[in-house]
């Protein structure tokens, strides 16, 4: 799954690793999403970029983590991580799913993580390919940037969207069972939702 065409979203950038990462305790965030018990069965994460949060669900998933991204170098750092720290059921694909969609099976995937990215221009297709690869019953994370504090990072605020935005969108790409996560201790400057298939 090898798709050349670039439909990078707007704002999509990543900042320097170092500074990127000090936004987020992500193996904490990990266990707010998935729970003790973590995940039985294979994950799919939506822009991978460095890896902040690929390592951490591979280590609380018994099955294949399918990490995506549209960036080369960011795919060829999560590979070298994921060598490097021996985890063995990650796969990293160079992939443009906003334009293509992930390439993965319908009903394939007990887990989906959709992170920083619902500011994209489209949105709702983002949420429909997730619902589309979840089994019925898998479960898909999503965080954000919130808009009603000040952020370290982040897209711009008008174009941030809001829980009560994002609750509307997997309501109509069909999830069901929405929850709030408070991400508080774990990523303050963030937002999160569980929502099932």
């Known amino acids: ?3 050349v065409a670039n439909m990078k979203g707007r704002e ?10 000090s936004f987020f305790d992500a193996d904490a965030t990990i266990r707010l999403f998935v729970g003790a018990d973590g995940i039985h069965g294979d994950t799919v994460e939506f822009g991978c970029g460095y890896g902040t949060f690929t390592l951490p669900v591979a280590r609380r998933c018994n099955g294949t983590v399918t990490a995506l991204d549209i960036e080369p170098e960011m795919v060829a750092r999560v590979q070298h ?7 063995k059921n990650i796969r990293v694909d160079l992939c443009d799913f906003v334009a293509n969609g992930t390439g993965l099976e319908s ?12 500011h994209l221009e489209h949105p709702i297709t983002l949420l429909q390919e997730a619902h589309r690869i979840l089994q ?3 479960t898909l994370s999503v965080m954000h940037w919130r808009s009603d504090i000040q952020t370290p990072r982040g ?5 941030r969207p809001t829980p009560e935005q994002c609750r509307t969108w997997l309501k109509e790409a069909g999830f069901r069972s929405i929850q709030t996560v408070d991400l508080q201790s774990s990523c303050p400057f963030h ?4 929502a099932t298939r």
């Open 1 to 3: 799954m090898n798709h």
């Open 12 to 21: 999509s950038g990543m900042p320097e690793e170092s500074w990127w990462d």
């Open 81 to 87: 991580q994921a060598a490097v720290t021996q985890l």
């Open 107 to 118: 009903g394939s995937q007990t887990h989906a993580m959709i992170y920083n990215l619902l």
């Open 136 to 138: 019925v019953g898998g």
């Open 155 to 159: 897209p711009s605020l008008d174009i």
């Open 191 to 194: 937002f999160g939702l569980l």
